[in-house]
């Protein structure tokens, strides 16, 4: 290949053909980046909702240059998903829409940054690596400003790249407000200058006149110029290293005391991280999967040994070797190396070295070995894009990613808003113009609302939510329909004590959470809901000894009949004074064919707890070994005592004690006492 044109000499000009391929590649970023971005991934994580929240605070008039909480943030992702939220309302959408956007743009970027420094060739194939990226499909649908980074890193370095070619003081000043507008988006821009530096230094030693001095003062003028702001600010808050300090092998209990041990193991991991043993963070990264896949693995270090032999007389290879290092600095210098957000200044250099060796295979030769050539090269790229795609997608789909994007807590907040009829509802960009449902509101145990920041985002009207501490008393006035949402491993005596009266209560286990450093899942809360007892409150049904009725039943087999769906209504006619569990036989031809047995309240709500007049609602799902039939299969209920299994008398209408102690259902669903023992 011609040398000039290797250098992005405005003589090789791309051909329509190459314009449409860049089209279509946009074209297939959007996609990829857009597709069900509204529920994808599951869940809304923490540091998302956290922009969530301070985009509320720009909404309502608060502008500060830089966000405080959640270990401070650079406010030009705020700011861009304050307008989203504006436009789109409270949705896991409008936050990520914003990254999505950068995301779908960095693929021109980066061509545009391989045209300038390498030919529209190069630029061309770093955009079709680019496109289907796992690293940068992960930062395109993730609420998070490190996604900023690599859009606003390629278009500073094309800008000034272009200036430097062209002796443009525009072009310079243009890529110095870039630079300088990429402080205001991830922490890892400050390595900016640095890599800079280097590269100049680098052209000093042999290359000095062929650097347009004047250009890059302008150019770090203005860069300073447009970040002082910022910078001035932090300094004044002592915040200039920001989380830094936290994570930093530096510190002791990062580095087990041995910082030059921990640096050392963090460049091979570093130098290793595009071939073998990338990101373990399921936000970030498929765990632990590179990079690349392994043949472009093989030409990105070709392609740094071709950077390396060109760096003798050109400048551009120059600029990208200095850059890579320097900007993988802030995961190499940070605990969980390779840490793909940290390492995110790095992405647009990274796409171009395999890139340079893929043009290089495609123009090796001429005549039909370089058709044969640039076959292969296609076929390398098609072939990681196959895999990359595939990767994410199961990756998206994965238990991890739910976890890890704290799907729970997305949940719970979509109930609040269904109950309450306002906000998102669990799909779309935009939340959709609702009513909100007269006479409903919910008691949300306090701890759910302040330790997950995306309820308080996504819940659309807080108002109607009332929160209770931990011992205190709930509110002595309820609404008409209420949804109750507890912590379950919470004390709940108070909250059950002052529930309002007769009401139908239906409990139910809510979603699960898992945090990032634990192995085990738990229940995160359940949820009361509770309306007007109706006729339940006076209807008439078998009682057992110590005040329970049981009032009312409803049974409905699956479609396949391998399952049964029962509800059960039970009463408290006095307040009862034991702690219960209620069995449930399904019996077909007199053999056990499934079973349900537990407490109705799920050990929430016991029963010696319940008031005179309670009414629970207990659903139950009961697998069956075989196919349900009406003709052949019935149900019995009893209830017994689990500390010792031993079952709970019938007590008849004048209050004397069956021959059974349990309770029949018929095909309809309504109990009857048996006339003997199981």
Known sequence: MDIQEQAGDPVARPTRWVALALVLLTILAALLRWWALD???????????????????VLAG????????????????????????????R???ALRAVSALAGT???????????????WRVGLWAAALATTSVWLLSLSRIALRAGLLPLLAALALAA???????????????AGALLGLSFYSYLAARFAPLALLLAGAWCLLDRRRQVWWRGWAALGALALLVAAPLALYLWEQGELLGRAGQVSILN????????????????GRALRMFAYGGDFIPRHNAPWRPVFTPVVAVAFYVGVALAAWRARRDLAPRLALAWLPTMLLPTILAEGAP???????????????????????????????RAALAGVALLIVASGAFFDVRDYRRHLASEAVYYQFEGGATQLAVEINAHLGAGW?????????????????????????????????????????TRLEQGAPPPSTAPDDLLVILWPFDDHASVLAGLPPERAWELSEGAWERGDLEPEARLLYVRLRGVAAGDLSMATGPVWEDGIALVGAEMAPAEDGRSLDLTLYWRADIPPSGEYSAFRHVLCAGARVGQGDGPPGAGIWPTNAWRAGDVLVDRREIALDQAWDAAQCQVQVGLYRWQDLARVTVRDAGGLPLVDDAITLTSSGLPVPDDGAE
């Not at 990062?254 to 963090?266: E, H, T, V």
């Open 62 to 89: 608060h502008r500060p240059i830089f966000f405080i909480a959640n270990n401070g943030r650079e406010p030009l992702f705020v700011y861009l998903a304050a307008g989203a939220v504006g436009l789109l309302g």
């Open 252 to 267: 002791p209990a990062i580095s087990g005391g041995d910082p030059l041990g921990a640096l050392a193991r963090n460049v």
């Open 160 to 174: 000034a790249w272009r200036g430097q070619r062209l002796r443009s003081l525009p072009w310079m000043l243009a």
């Open 39 to 57: 529920q994808l991934p599951l869940g809304l994580y923490r540091d998302e909702a956290f922009n969530g929240l301070d985009a509320l605070q």
């Open 339 to 369: 840490h793909f957000l940290r390492a995110v200044g790095a992405l647009p250099m990274v796409m171009l070295f395999p890139a340079l060796a893929l043009d290089a295979l495609a123009t090796r030769m001429a005549g039909r070995r």
């Open 105 to 119: 743009l960095t693929i021109p970027a980066l061509y545009w940054l391989g045209r300038e420094l390498f030919g």
């Open 91 to 93: 949705s896991p959408g």
């Open 425 to 465: 509802q669990g799909s779309g960009l935009k939340v959709a113009a609702m009513e909100p449902r007269p006479g409903r509101g919910v008691w949300l145990a306090a701890r759910l609302w302040e330790q997950w920041p995306s309820v308080r985002f996504l819940v659309e009207l807080p108002e109607r939510v």
